[in-house]
């Protein structure tokens, strides 16, 4: 079956760096289009980043500011997000998503059909 499993989450204090780990088994992510999204306590979830597998362009949320990078390392059926600068508001449960019919890019989690269990990121003093 299709499985995704976040790793790398934890307390970080501002303007530090976690990178975390999409890992996934059961399809090899490389043909599929890989999401991050992120769900702070009362807010929608909103999309993060977006790695395409068409032609391996990056896309990110404009709050993202030029301080996330998301990657694939193909051989290692992993997707990770490297984040530096963390601010307080970055605080959220981040998840990966696929969509195994989809190789191009989106930021809507509407377009995703499998989904990681998240991992919590809290950025505080």
């Known amino acids: 079956q299709v499985q995704l499993v976040e790793s790398g989450g934890g307390l970080v204090q501002p303007g530090g760096s976690l990178r975390l780990s999409c890992a996934a088994s059961g399809f090899a992510l490389d043909y599929y289009a890989i999401g991050w999204f992120r769900q702070a306590p009362g807010k929608e979830r909103e999309g993060v980043s977006c790695?395409?597998?068409?032609?391996?362009?990056?896309y990110y949320a404009d709050f993202v500011g030029g301080r996330f990078t998301i990657s694939r390392d193909n051989a290692k059926n992993t997707a990770y997000l490297q984040m530096n600068s963390l601010k307080p508001e970055d605080t959220a449960v981040y998840y990966c998503?696929?969509?195994?019919?989809?190789?191009?890019?989106?930021?809507?989690?509407?377009?995703?059909?499998?989904w990681g269990q998240g991992t919590q990121v809290t950025v505080s003093s």
């Open positions: 998503a696929t969509e195994l019919s989809r190789t191009w890019c989106s930021l809507s989690w509407e377009d995703f059909g499998s």
């Open positions: 790695i395409s597998a068409s032609d391996g362009n990056t």
